[in-house]
């Protein structure tokens, strides 16, 4: 069982920058793929970045390279997600989730355990 707690999510104005964190319960983190999703208000879950158990290798979706840096600490069970360069459509709640075999993936359905979500609102 892993539970997933974030925090840091909050209004700024276009062009700013937040940091996300993710703290995890549960001795299997540090085997755990982790990775970032959001979601719009009407519009499905997306992905956002993922990072391997290790730390060892990272995938960004196309929108937010170059912006948003995943990254974790497996002795503080943690994974974050800074975000750089904010823009009014990065607007969303964001979820951490938690994979605990297979692959690094960005498909939803492969992710075990979920967050409840924290709130990132960008204006312009």
């Known amino acids: 069982q892993v539970q997933l707690v974030e925090s840091g999510g909050g209004l700024v104005q276009a062009g700013g920058s937040l940091r996300l964190s993710c703290a995890a319960s549960?001795?299997?983190?540090?085997?755990?793929?982790m990775g970032w999703f959001r979601q719009a208000p009407g519009k499905a879950r997306e992905f956002v970045a993922a990072?391997?158990?290790?730390?060892?290798?990272?995938y960004y979706v196309d929108s937010v390279q170059g912006r948003f840096t995943i990254s974790r600490d497996n002795a503080k069970n943690t994974v974050y997600l800074q975000m750089n360069n904010l823009k009014p459509e990065d607007t969303a709640v964001y979820y951490c989730?938690?994979?605990?075999?297979?692959?690094?993936?960005?498909?939803?359905?492969?992710?075990?355990?979920w967050g409840q979500g924290t709130q990132v609102t960008v204006s312009s």
């Open positions: 990072i391997k158990w290790s730390g060892g290798a990272t």
């Open positions: 549960g001795r299997t983190f540090s085997s755990a793929h």
């Open positions: 989730a938690a994979r605990l075999a297979g692959i690094l993936s960005d498909t939803s359905t492969r992710y075990d355990y």
